[in-house]
């Protein structure tokens, strides 16, 4: 690792990709197989010529409960990008959101961009407010908004999220285009959201979305109270094969990718492509027509209690945090330059500063 924070021309204008972890409680297969793998590839492809950002919105974790210590989180959820197999460069950049205060900053100006009918339609907003419940905190609310100035913030054109983060993305697009036409060319758009699918590998346009394994309706989510619904980046293989070999399916009898009407089927295939980083029509071309559901669940089984076992030691060996330390403190260097430089040219705009 190179502490070289001073960047040629070329630098300065590279296309950045970048994504953020709430780190509020253990990480699952969800969480693992819609951004953290995706994101490591990306990053390993395109790290020559992109600025990669990788940030731990803990502003965005006080909304909510955490489970154990922020700081440790913060760290751990750093190493398992480490762990996935992201190569390190001087175009990595590890930050956390409020060492940079420019996020909060913009925020606010952008909360005077954005509408309270758009923003009360975020379907995490309803969830998770119980549909704008009185007692639900603002933080709630204004939750997507700070997504968008995350993004905005370093012009980022992609960023690699499950599918359930996609109206956030169209939220941030929608502000930026906003300010734009009043303001003229400040912000970058973000990349629409199939365009961002296709980024990430996902050839028909469609975000990822990894299934409750016991509800293949839902997605797999840490607040399900059902242990069986899902499986921990800390999870046993044996624990993983169990959970995977009683995943509810379907009665058609008859392998087919139909999210509609085999969920549960759909998204072993959508698991066994995404770990295995092969193309999800090969994976759907292997299986089509067979009957024998065991077959298929066994085959996942292996492949993701093998995948979480060579990621659990490659964790394992990764004892000392001060290489993360090191990382964030370059990171958050780049960070508030390339974010201070942003909000002074909104704040410009705005008539905050001369
Ligand atoms: P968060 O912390 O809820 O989830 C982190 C990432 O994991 C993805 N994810 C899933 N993907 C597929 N299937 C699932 N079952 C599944 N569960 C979780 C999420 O889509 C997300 O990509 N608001 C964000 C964090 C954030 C952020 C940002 C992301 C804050 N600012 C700026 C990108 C850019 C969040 O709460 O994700």
Redesign the pocket.
């Known amino acids: 690792m190179s502490s070289s924070l001073i960047y040629s021309t070329k630098e300065i204008f590279m296309q950045t990709i ?7 409680s253990d990480l ?4 693992f ?4 793998l995706p994101m490591t590839r990306l990053a390993n492809q395109h790290s020559h010529d992109s600025h990669i950002n990788i ?1 731990v ?1 803990d502003l ?1 974790s006080i909304i909510g409960d955490i489970d154990g210590d922020l700081q440790r989180n913060i760290i751990d959820s750093l190493k398992i990008f480490l762990a996935a197999g992201l190569q390190i460069n001087d175009h990595i950049h590890f930050y956390r ?1 409020s060492y940079v205060p420019a996020h909060s900053e913009l925020t606010w100006i952008l909360d005077t961009v954005a509408t309270m009918g758009e923003t009360s339609r975020m379907i ?1 907003y309803k969830e998770k407010s119980d549909d704008g419940k009185e007692s639900a905190n603002v933080g709630i609310f204004n ?2 908004i ?2 968008a100035a ?2 905005l913030l370093y012009d ?1 054109t992609y ?7 996609f109206q ?1 993305l169209e939220l941030a697009r929608n502000l930026a285009e906003r300010f734009n036409n009043k303001f003229g060319d400040v912000f970058t758009l973000p990349a629409k959201t199939s365009d961002q699918a296709k980024f990430m590998g996902q050839l028909d346009g469609n ?5 409750s394994l016991t509800n293949p309706e839902k ?4 607040s399900d109270p059902s242990e069986n619904s899902k499986i921990m980046l800390i999870e046993s293989p044996a624990s993983t094969a169990k959970k995977i070999m009683s995943a509810t399916t379907d009665s058609v009898g008859k392998i087919q990718f139909d999210m509609f009407n085999q969920p549960g089927i759909s998204n072993l295939l959508q698991i066994e492509s995404l770990i295995t980083n092969q193309p999800l029509q090969t994976i759907i071309s292997r299986w089509t027509g067979e009957t024998n559901y065991g077959d298929l669940k066994s085959q996942v089984a292996t492949t993701v209690s093998t995948t979480l076992a060579e990621f659990q030691s490659r964790l394992a060996e990764i004892s000392d945090d001060d290489t993360i330390h090191e990382l964030l403190k370059a990171g958050e260097i780049y960070a508030n330059g390339v974010a201070n430089a942003k909000l002074l040219k909104v704040q410009k705009c705005l008539g905050l500063r001369d």
């Open positions: 970048l994504t953020g972890i709430r780190i509020n699952h297969l969800g969480h197989l819609g951004v953290i940030f919105p965005h959101q995490q939750y997507p700070l997504m995350d993004i980022a960023v690699p999220v499950g599918e359930d983060q956030h975000g990822i979305r990894i299934r997605k797999m989510s840490k």
